[in-house]
């Protein structure tokens, strides 16, 4: 019968089985032209692809150690980690790695059919789905369900296997972004060094009002963070009757930024420095009077008066004369009743005129300033006590001095201690200059706030953190980086480190923070003239912040150390000061700043060793494939579809069967060939029977 095509000039007819042509016979094709030359150029750039992106995976992991490590890599993978692009990164490299195996995957597929239908052969009813496999790119997942639905024994193992281990590859490698990604976490990461322009102070010609404190009382006030500090530092020997801190240089870091001074790990250039050692001793008090104020208008302030002389020699105080003696005339608090045992002590702190310097300060032009420090405890006094006390039992402790005191019901308990400091010498002076410094730390440190618990009425547990910054050894056994605090680097002369010209503050700054320094102290004029200006370090006292209060009273009740706490004090004040005024400094510097940064980085080889062991099992496999087909196959033309087709036409197989298999499904011509006997293995070329049914 003749078919017309009315749209064109093409005709054709429908002949019968013995009206076709014979077949022209089967040759071999050259191993290369078998593959053909789109399969050829896939396998060849996928292979370039794939090979690559395991080769830059692994240099990315090992460069992100080397980060972690602290040791340089090349640039291009710290810009990588460090601009965020981790993430997106390994999303990209996936996607190239997922291409490349699904890409080598499908033309190993049409390999492996072209294997199995032409060496270990195939149903007859199956024979059609294998052969066009050849033709068209496909995943295993194709190849796999034939070979799956034949009777095991009928099964060629080996290409089940293969196909099956193409099949997990494959699926397993759309999740190779997860698998990579399960390798990171969020690590600290130390970034390069940077040079950073930083301001240091006021120019000489800086208007007074720019500097001025702005009425900002420093001691009533608490800071929003405790900012971190660099340390110099050296150890004394104890030394009975004598409390000191040892040399204590600290550094102010200039970066206005908590963060930023947070994640700080090393700092070259100018920076302020303030001698902050504080040395006390144990003193001889005579001639004490506690008396109640006459104008009444504080209940439980007193004035204490009397002669003061150091009980002990120390080689560190210049100018230091043991029995030298000097009037002091200074304002304490006592207890209060009903206090709810609130952990705090009732301290004061009063300015003397005791003459005496600290020898060792390798500092420039530094001048000592002179207290004694008060702490009452004992009984309330009684309401309406309008009495004095004069008659004291004395005994030491330390660098104090401790006087009881009996009167009646009325019972009263005074510790003294003599200090001597160069943070804070009198009420227009303070010591601080600005210097070329390097300082360093192994970690990040968090700059605690000051955070007041009302249920509790403390600062627990923050404080904890504050109060071990500036406790120190006696406190705990953390080192200055775990205690938040840069290491600064010792210098052979530090005056040499002095900065040179504009880089100095001027003698107007230093003086402004003096002057800030002192505003808490204040004059109570007692039954006769000389009152020394004194400030009440109590919760009872408006002016002083409950926070100073609180750090500074901790201190003293676990170290026993007046040194320790007057330490913390005028470190915090002078910072607070400097901190405050940063802002507008207008002297600027440069600086080499290296600082961390928390980033999404690998933190382990897991995932990269599974998805590079995937690559090499796939390659593997690719390889062993591409061998065998070249080997073993000989009629097979990749991408070929006409040759698929034409292969499976076969008069002693096919004949009669194709005209009615156009209107049946797979299983229809199942049944048909089973009840024909024709449903046994076959395989190219031919078709030619060479096994048994399979049922």
């Known amino acids: 019968m003749e078919h017309n095509n009315q749209r064109g000039s093409v005709s054709y007819k429908a002949v019968s089985s013995s009206e076709r042509p014979r077949k022209l016979p089967l040759t071999k094709r050259p191993g290369l032209r078998s593959i053909g030359t789109w399969p050829t150029i896939t396998l060849a750039l996928s292979t370039v692809v794939l090979v690559s992106a395991i080769v830059f995976l692994a240099i990315f992991w090992q460069a992100a ?10 640039r291009f993978w710290m810009q990588i980690i460090q601009s965020g692009q981790s993430a997106i990164t390994i999303t990209i490299t996936s996607a190239f790695i997922r291409t490349a195996i699904s890409l080598q995957a499908g033309v190993a597929t049409s390999m492996l059919s072209s294997i199995i239908v032409e060496r270990a052969g195939i149903s007859l009813w199956k024979l059609p789905m294998l052969s066009m496999i050849r033709s068209i790119s496909v995943g295993p997942q194709t190849l796999a369900w034939p070979l799956l639905r034949r009777p095991f024994r009928k099964t060629p193992v080996l290409h089940l296997c293969i196909v099956l281990m193409m099949l997990v590859i494959t699926i397993v490698a759309q999740f190779t972004s997860t698998i990579l990604l399960s390798d990171f976490a969020t690590e600290t990461v130390v970034l390069p060094q940077n040079t950073t322009t930083v301001t240091i ?44 801190t040892g040399l204590s240089l600290r550094a102010f870091i200039p970066l206005a930024n908590s963060s930023t001074r947070s994640s700080l790990r090393s700092y070259s250039g100018p920076a302020t420095v303030l001698d902050a050692r504080v040395v006390c001793v144990r003193p001889i008090l005579t001639d004490v009077l506690l008396r109640h104020p ?13 002669t003061v002389a150091s009980g002990v020699q120390y080689s560190t105080l210049d100018t230091f004369s043991p029995g030298a003696i000097r009037h002091f005339n200074c304002t304490i608090i006592t207890p209060k009743l009903n206090r709810g ?18 020898a060792t300060n390798p500092l420039s032009d530094t001048t000592t300033g002179t207290y004694l420090v008060f702490n009452t405890t004992g009984l309330p006094d009684p309401l309406g006590w309008q009495g004095y006390l004069s008659n004291w039992t004395v005994s030491n402790s330390g660098a104090w001095t401790t006087m009881e005191g009996v009167a009646g019901d009325f019972a009263q308990i005074i510790s003294a201690s003599l200090c001597f400091s160069n943070s804070l010498s009198g009420y227009q002076g303070s010591n601080l200059d600005n210097y070329n410094v390097e300082y360093s730390s192994n970690s990040d440190f968090t700059e605690p706030p000051l955070e007041f618990r009302l249920y509790s009425l403390d600062y627990q547990p923050v404080a904890d953190r504050i109060v071990d910054i500036f406790c120190g050894s006696e406190c705990s056994s953390k080192t200055l980086n775990e205690r938040g605090i840069l290491v600064m680097k010792q210098q052979s ?9 504009t880089f100095s503050p001027s003698i107007n700054e230093a003086s402004s923070l003096g002057s800030n320094m002192g505003q808490g102290f204040y004059w109570r004029q007692p039954l ?46 002078a910072q607070m000061a400097y901190y405050e005024r940063k802002p507008y400094y207008d002297i600027e510097a440069t600086a080499e700043t290296v600082l961390s940064e928390s980033l999404l980085v690998p933190r382990r080889w897991t995932g990269f060793i599974v998805v590079a062991a995937l690559a090499s099992v796939h390659l593997l496999l690719v390889v062993g494939i591409i061998t065998a087909f070249l080997a073993t196959t000989k009629v097979s033309l990749l991408g070929n579809s006409w040759m698929a087709v034409a292969q499976v036409l076969s008069q002693d197989m096919t004949d009669n069967l194709l005209d009615r298999a156009s209107q049946m499904s797979d299983e229809e011509v199942r049944e048909v060939l089973r009840s024909s006997g024709r449903d046994g293995v076959v395989r190219l070329p031919g078709p030619r029977m060479i096994g048994t049914s399979e049922s």
Do not use: M
């Not at 702005?214 to 050296?234: L, Q």
């Open 493 to 501: 002369n530090w005056t040499d480190s002095l900065t040179n010209g």
């Open 65 to 74: 150690f080397s980060i972690l490590q602290g040791r340089n890599v090349a």
């Open 528 to 573: 006769y003239e000389g009152s020394n200006a004194s400030l009440i370090i109590s919760i009872d006292n408006v002016g002083i912040n409950s926070g100073h209060v609180f750090i500074f009273s901790t201190i003293l009740r676990r170290t026993g150390n007046p040194a320790l706490g007057l330490q913390y004090l005028f470190t915090t004040i």
């Open 294 to 306: 006459d104008d009444g208008d504080a209940e439980h302030i007193r004035f204490i008066s009397g």
């Open 341 to 358: 045992g609130i952990p705090v002590w009732y301290a004061s702190l009063c300015q003397s005129d005791y003459v005496a310097k600290i």
């Open 201 to 244: 102070g006021f120019s000489d010609d800086t208007p007074d009002y720019v500097f001025s404190n702005g009425g900002i009382n420093y001691w009533n006030t608490a800071p929003s963070v405790f900012p971190r500090f660099a340390e110099y530092g050296e150890p004394v020997e104890t030394t009975e009757g004598v409390a000191d």
